[in-house]
């Protein structure tokens, strides 16, 4: 029974590695762009590009799921050269209709040591127009970040070009401190799983409203993951928060879908609206 389960694991995984490749060529990995809203205002801060694929076989697969395939078999660079291109190509339409806000990419800790990673992103950029803080680059927290010579340098090399570093799922991985301030990091995330029950779980509370006071006494503006209730939008603008994002708000949309996001008044929670 578990050699059966066993394989048909093995079955999909290969299914999968093997389609991959040329899904990504095809242009079928497709990004979806979720919205960021800022707390004290309520304006579009931006949006982050979520990386969509459904096979023709097995339906959608999610995102964790091919993330980590491409990451194991060689296709994370070719995937996030292709988000990337389709994210800059809605930042630029979102420009041309007035609405200069950047848009996120998320970047696996292999793609960040490719040699030629900062040449690719000013070129990519340059192809399509746009300034560089038209883009925001979130990298996961990981030891690779510290320690490894060629991921430091191309995340230096794109900071001085003027692109900002966002530390994605803050809180869940190799919190050592220290980086926040010897890397050029902008803008950092806190992870989801903090913020979707604060204001239930007092102890998820503290986590989040302690990660944000030391945040913001660095300098840095924090974005909260997550968010799926008024309560904890409330209590995240309280505590000075940045940016908000969640199902509350949206969810990931379609390229035409962000633009008329864009163009819609100001976000407000509907307890607001009320009133
Ligand atoms: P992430 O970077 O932390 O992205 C946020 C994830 O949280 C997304 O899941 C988003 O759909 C989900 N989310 C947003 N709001 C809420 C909410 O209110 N509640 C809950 N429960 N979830 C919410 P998604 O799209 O399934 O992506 C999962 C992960 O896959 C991402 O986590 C990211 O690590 C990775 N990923 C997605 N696209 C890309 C990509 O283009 N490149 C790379 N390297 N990784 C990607
Ligand atoms: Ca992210
Ligand atoms: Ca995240």
């Not at 497709?30 to 097995?58: I, S």
């Not at 966002?166 to 890397?183: E, K, P, R, V, W």
């Not at 879908?257 to 976000?267: C, D, F, K, M, P």
């Amino acid at each position: 029974m578990f050699d059966l389960q066993q394989d048909l694991v093995a079955e999909r995984r290969l299914i999968l590695v093997t389609d991959l490749p040329a899904a990504i060529a095809a242009g079928d990995v497709v990004a979806r762009y979720q919205p960021k809203v800022e707390l004290a205002t309520g304006r579009t801060a931006g949006f982050e590009a979520l990386a969509r694929w459904v096979h023709p076989d097995l339906g959608p697969i999610s995102p964790a799921e091919f993330i980590e395939l491409a990451q194991h078999s060689g296709s994370i660079s070719a995937l996030t050269d292709s988000i990337l291109d389709q994210a800059l190509t809605q930042a630029a339409r979102w420009r041309e209709a007035g609405h200069a806000v950047p848009v996120s990419v998320n970047m696996a800790p292999g793609v960040l040591a490719d040699d030629d990673l900062s040449e690719r992103v000013r070129a990519a950029l340059e192809r399509h127009g746009l300034p560089p803080d038209a883009l925001i680059l979130e990298l996961t927290e990981s030891m690779s970040l510290a320690d490894d010579r060629r991921t430091r340098d191309n995340v230096l090399r794109l900071a001085a070009a003027g692109v900002m570093m966002s530390i994605d799922d803050f809180g869940t991985g190799y919190a050592a401190l220290s980086y926040l301030q010897n890397l050029p990091v902008g803008e950092v995330k806190i992870d989801r799983t903090f913020v979707a029950r604060m204001a239930e779980h007092p102890g998820d509370f503290v986590i989040v409203s302690g990660i944000a006071r030391l945040l913001h006494s660095i300098g840095l503006r924090v974005v909260a993951e997550g968010v799926e209730d008024e309560a904890t939008w409330n209590l995240l603008g309280d505590l000075g928060c940045y940016a908000a994002q969640g199902y509350l708000m949206s969810p990931a949309l379609e390229p035409d879908e962000a633009l008329a996001w864009l163009g819609a008044s100001v976000w407000q929670p509907e307890g607001v609206a009320a009133g």
